[in-house]
């Protein structure tokens, strides 16, 4: 069942102001660009390239609609084939930009995943979501970066191809390279070689790990992929030793505060990021897919608030938090810091008001 965001002015347990945390600047870094795309703008996107949307995707409402994990994988895959050239992967990546702008949010690592999109060259596809996040940038002041990110299912040469592409044709906003696709679909050690290429090039790593319960891919992932983030990775909570390992190197973790997935249990991701923030991990909250499986990251905010008891002080660390997490340069980390400092310091009095201007 869909958690249902607090409404304006009402304020969530220990006082904090709904108001508040949806003011609060923002920076995520575990999003993906296909999960962002409103229905809306799919069926718009559809509809001018003759591709058939589930009903799930097309009922006219503002969140897609589906019972399952196979039934949301569908739209997913309806959605990317509905991007088909680059003025539309410039819309996409504007809109959600600018969706997620009205809800505080400053900086976000895009993953991107290029093969999901045959049809279109890398260069193509890039020059549209660097077009639309740069207008998103210069309209609202939301920073963008992106990870391309390999799909597992295509296995591991395909994947040292497509970081081949990327390499020939640099960008200065493409700041690293992703693993995503089905858990169970390959191992983290068919991708050494593609990992090891763009680590060479100066490319950072992340990749999605132990969303579904296996830390021995995490594993794979610290030892042989040698990531420097850990996307999800719910399963370290399994392995003491390995929850006692990533406590040490303080290797960030994208946790997502998942409120609205039909075939998740709710309550139990809850109560494993609640875990994983009291073990001590060095933890971030992001949306994942916003307009897919949850909502934007202001509303994950305020529900998050509510069952970890945030006070102001813990407000403001995971307002931070993504931006420590983050692949971006020294320059624009510090720029950012700064300026959520300065923002946190002005929201700060009215943290337990709903009178935020």
């Known amino acids: 069942m869909r958690a249902e965001p607090n409404p304006p002015g009402s304020t969530v347990q220990r006082g904090l102001s709904a108001d508040y945390l949806r003011a609060l600047p923002k920076a995520e870094v575990h999003c993906h660009l296909e999960g962002c795309v409103p229905p809306k703008t799919a069926v718009r996107l559809a509809a001018r390239h003759g591709v058939t949307l589930p009903a799930g995707a097309r009922d006219g409402g503002d969140r897609y609609r589906f019972r399952n994990f196979d039934e949301g994988l569908e739209i997913y895959l309806a959605v990317c084939r509905s ?48 077009a639309g996040a740069r207008a998103a940038e210069e309209e609202a002041g939301v920073v963008s970066r992106i990870v391309v990110a390999i799909n597992r299912q295509f296995g591991g040469e395909a994947a040292l191809n497509l970081v081949r592409d990327v390499l020939a044709h640099p960008h200065d906003e493409v700041v690293a390279i992703g693993l995503d696709g089905d858990e169970k679909a390959a191992r983290p050690s068919e991708f050494v070689a593609a990992y090891d290429l763009a680590r060479a090039a100066g490319l950072k790593l992340t990749a999605h790990a132990g969303e579904h319960g296996d830390s021995t891919e995490m594993v794979e992932c610290l030892d042989l992929l040698r990531v420097d983030r850990i996307d999800h990775g719910y399963a370290a909570l399994l392995d003491p030793a390995l929850l006692a390992r990533t406590v ?30 009291a073990a001590g991990l060095n933890m971030c909250l992001n949306s994942d897919d916003p307009a897919l499986i949850g909502p934007e990251l202001h509303d994950d905010f305020i529900d998050a608030a509510a069952h970890l008891e945030w006070t102001v002080e813990d407000a403001e660390k995971y ?29 700060r009095p009215g943290a337990y008001s709903a009178d935020i201007q």
């Open 319 to 347: 307002a931070l938090a993504g931006i420590d997490a983050s692949f971006a340069d020294n320059a624009t980390v510090e720029r950012l810091r700064a300026e959520f400092t300065a923002e946190l310091e002005r929201l």
């Open 248 to 277: 040490r190197s303080q290797i960030p973790y994208s946790a997502c505060w998942f409120i609205d997935y039909p075939e998740l249990e709710v309550e139990g991701r809850r109560l494993d990021v609640a875990a994983m923030a």
């Open 83 to 130: 991007i088909q050239t680059a003025e539309d992967f410039e819309a996409v990546t504007y809109e959600s930009l600018m969706t997620a702008a009205e809800g505080g949010l400053r900086y976000r690592e895009i993953a991107f995943n290029p093969q999901n999109h045959p049809e279109l060259s890398y260069d193509t596809m890039m020059g549209g979501i660097l």
